[in-house]
């Protein structure tokens, strides 16, 4: 089979499979090259399928807004596998009077976005949602958020992409990428040079290493964070949920059960062993934290714990760009831990900005050469 | 060794068989039929079986089921079933109340 594509995608995670369909959609022949032997391994399959808008940075709002308004409803449809959206609203939960602040801060730049995002007390939280304790005394209300489910959601745009003739190849890191005549051109692996006339990182934090190969960086970090999924229990609510004090996130799925997330405070020190393995504390704390907020869950069961890496950016918002310094070149890394709600409308996007040189949402504000030393 | 990274090798239609609907997986009951379509769907390692239907992510955590999913994917394209990963194990190894995990003396002096 040729090696020749008019586009090469670095990684197999929701962005590139998502930019992958769309892509191939437009009619563009595309191979997606994936360095380990799972189609999503990364991020991707590890996150807490929230699909938000409130609580997100003013730069990324517009691509969460239009992807839930224009692409989330008809996924499902879309792709022929159930991604399991559900469109209930988003909870973020408060219980003392700084937490109220911070609540009322991120609704307020929400909310001059155009965003439909309210403060509401406790007796009106505990009448969308009567699990919660008396504890919780505030929250920022958005009926318009939801969730999914990461895994359908991330292989459905595999499958579907595999369909319309994107080639996928497993076990195929790139370490380099080689301009040929001052244009990106070639991709390489330890198995065989790949050729096309556009390549787009989305790599996850390991995007820093390929783009350095050829001079571009992105300053971001690797952040481990964990997660943890109850067996299934009967339907007790359909919100997204989260809370000011960060202590956990989730919902519950269709399927029955409860997935969380959580921090523990040690995130940005957890060890590395190479793969992301969850810690000995984190499932703890967190479930102390669930149950500070829902008395009803002490008793259900914890099937199974794990972790994943974000990939942290300097400003905690994505890298969505050209690189015109390497013409060819395209980037879309850098989600900090926010980058699964807003994928189909980043993939859509992003197959619009290379297939067309431009897009439907402006994504000037999240270019790769904004970040600039403090004086 | 044949490798099935190339995930647009041709591993021909999807022909049922008089034994799909026997259970494979019976903490989610999924079948081998189910099974056996999202091999053609592309998804080619156990990993990638769990996360799309939930065979193995049950109670039991796949630890019935993982051998049965790994041999049908070996099968279904031709290759040696050592040559294929089992699923990712994960704690806790048997299913623990939450306030029994979360049940630990955090003294904050
Ligand atoms: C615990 C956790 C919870 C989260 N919760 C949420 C949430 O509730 N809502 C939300 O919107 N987002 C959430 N996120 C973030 C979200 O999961 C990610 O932003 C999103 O999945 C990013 O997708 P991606 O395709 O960029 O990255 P990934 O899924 O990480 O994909 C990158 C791929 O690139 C591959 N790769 C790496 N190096 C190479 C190479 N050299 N060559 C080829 N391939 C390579 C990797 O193997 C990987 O498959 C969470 C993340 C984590 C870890």
Redesign the interface.
């Known amino acids: 089979?040729s090696k020749y594509n008019d586009v090469i995608i670095i990684g197999g995670g929701i962005i590139g499979n998502a930019t992958a369909y769309y892509l191939a959609k437009k009619g563009l022949s595309v191979t997606v090259l994936e360095a380990s032997?799972?189609?999503?391994?990364g991020g991707s399959?590890r996150n807490g399928g929230g699909v938000r808008q409130s609580g997100r940075d003013t730069r990324e709002l517009p691509l969460a807004m239009w992807g839930i308004k224009n692409l989330w409803p008809g996924l499902s449809e879309e792709l022929g596998?159930d991604v399991e959206y559900t469109q209930k609203g988003n909870l973020r939960l408060g219980k003392t009077a700084a937490h109220q602040k911070i609540l009322q801060g991120l609704t307020d730049k929400a909310v001059s976005c155009g965003l439909d995002v309210r403060m509401i007390n406790g007796d009106e939280i505990r009448a969308i949602n009567p699990y919660l304790s008396d504890e919780v005394t505030c929250a920022s209300w958005c009926p318009t958020d939801g969730h999914a489910n990461p895994?359908?959601a991330?292989?459905g745009y595999?499958?579907k992409a595999?369909e319309l003739?994107v080639?996928?190849?497993?076990?195929?890191p790139c370490f380099e990428l080689r301009k040929i005549k001052g244009v990106i051109r070639q991709v390489v692996t330890p198995d065989a040079i790949y050729e096309a006339d556009k390549v787009l990182v989305a790599a996850g934090f390991d995007s820093r290493k390929i783009l350095a190969t050829v001079g571009i960086d992105v300053p971001m970090m690797p952040l481990k964070m964990e997660c943890l999924v109850?067996?299934a229990e009967p339907p007790m609510f359909l919100q997204m949920l989260g809370t000011a004090d960060a202590d956990f996130y989730g919902h519950q799925s269709k399927?029955g059960s409860f997935v969380f997330g959580g921090s523990s405070g040690f995130e940005h020190l957890n060890k590395d062993n190479g793969s992301p393995i969850?810690s000995s504390i984190g499932?703890?704390?967190?479930?102390?934290g669930?149950?500070k907020y829902f008395p009803a869950?002490?008793?259900?069961?914890?099937?199974?714990?794990?972790a994943g890496w974000l990939d942290d950016c300097a400003d905690h918002v994505p890298v969505i760009s050209p690189v015109e310094e390497v013409p060819g070149l395209y980037i879309a890394c850098a989600f900090s831990g926010h980058g699964f709600g807003i994928a189909p409308a980043v993939g859509y996007n992003v197959a619009e900005m290379i297939a067309d040189g431009h897009s439907t949402i402006d994504l000037s504000a999240l270019r790769y050469d904004r970040f600039k030393p403090k004086q | 060794m044949k490798?099935?990274?190339?995930?647009?090798q041709d591993i021909g239609p999807f022909v049922s068989q008089t034994d799909d609907a026997i259970i494979i997986c019976r903490c989610e009951e999924i079948t081998k039929g189910e099974i056996r379509q999202a091999i053609h769907?592309?998804?080619?390692?156990v990993?990638?079986i769990r996360?799309?239907l939930?065979a193995g992510?049950?109670?039991c955590?796949g630890q019935t089921c993982g051998k049965l999913v790994k041999n049908l994917i070996a099968r279904e394209l031709n290759v040696i079933p050592d040559q294929l990963?089992p699923a990712?194990s994960?704690?806790?190894m048997r299913?623990?109340?939450?306030?029994v995990?979360?049940n630990?003396e955090?003294s904050h002096v």
């Open positions: 089979m032997k799972d189609i999503g391994i399959s596998v895994l359908t991330t292989l595999y499958k595999r003739g080639r996928f190849i497993t076990e195929s109850t067996e399927h969850s499932a703890s704390c967190t479930c102390r669930i149950i869950l002490a008793d259900a069961k914890i099937v199974r714990a794990w | 490798s099935i990274n190339d995930r647009s769907d592309g998804m080619f390692t990993n990638e996360r799309y939930r992510m049950g109670l955590q990963d990712t994960r704690s806790p299913p623990v109340e939450m306030k995990l979360g630990e955090v």
